[in-house]
């Protein structure tokens, strides 16, 4: 396999594993912010404490892992860019994994980021002049 689709592959296993990172913390931290005595200290214990928390922290463990595999590869203006599009996949579970509303200017947001993420990777992709 080609380099370039080596990290192409590793770069979209790092971007799910962000979005879905993210979304389980949300989930585990909504709950567990429900459980919040006073003092940020409860706070602390209950999201420790919140199994959707702690997978969260794992799947993004995950994601430190693999982005610093593609560092080793690629130089960061074209990896760090890359993780953007963890933003549309964030936007989709926050809409159907949370049930959160996303209004339009958030998905029009997510659009132009989205936009962005194209650009940098079609950039890359392009010979040198």
Do not use: C
């Amino acid at each position: 396999m080609p380099e370039r689709w080596k990290l192409a592959a590793l770069m979209v296993v790092a971007v799910a594993a962000l979005a879905v990172g993210e979304a389980l913390i949300a989930r585990g931290m909504k709950q567990a912010g429900s459980n919040v005595g006073s003092g940020w200290w409860s706070g602390v214990v209950a999201a420790v404490g919140n199994g959707w928390v702690v997978a969260g922290a794992v799947v993004l463990g995950l994601h430190l892992v693999l982005y610093a595999a593609a560092l080793a590869r690629a130089d960061l203006s074209l990896v760090m860019p890359i993780t953007a599009a963890a933003y549309p996949l964030g936007t989709l579970l926050a809409r159907f994994f949370l049930h959160e509303e996303v209004n339009l200017a958030r998905w029009v947001g997510t659009a132009i980021i989205t936009a962005g993420v194209a650009v940098v990777a079609w950039g890359e992709a392009r010979p040198a002049p």
